[in-house]
């Protein structure tokens, strides 16, 4: 590992342990030229996968692409940004499950609004009009509607299952 001060790669691990969200392990490295001390994060090299578009195409996933269009829908809203970015990091885990190299962006279309819907529904209909290809108002209001008509997180509903 290249110290970032000095350029040497003479280093030695002084601490190792697992991230907050265990999935790679943080080192503390010192450098033996300029004793320069840094952080390294390991992590499981992940399988390449790939979107398949609307139109066709396919292009490689991008986590700060989905995490960018959750934060659009968001925006001036009351929703933490560590929230997006677990529910970001949980929609790769899932999809990484469930594909082997390709995923159809409709399946994460749906599974960002199915959290966003949870999250904050404001959101929800922000993102699910741009998703959708929103035409007019009514598509809107008929989105509201369905909206309402579902339980809300944490209703009446939620007590009988605890």
Known sequence: MYCSKCGSLDDKVIDSRLSKDGRSIRRRRECTGCETR??????????VLRVGKRDGRSELFDKEKLLGGMLKACEKRPVNVEALEKITDEIQATLEMEFRREVPSTVIGAK???????????????YASVYRHFQDIGEFIHEIQKLE?????????????K
């Open 149 to 161: 008509k579902r339980p809300k997180k944490g209703g009446p509903q939620q007590e009988l299952f």
């Open 38 to 47: 840094f952080t390294t994060y390991e992590e499981v090299e992940r399988a």
């Open 112 to 126: 960002v609004m199915q959290a966003l819907h949870d999250l904050d529904e404001v959101a929800y209909v922000r």
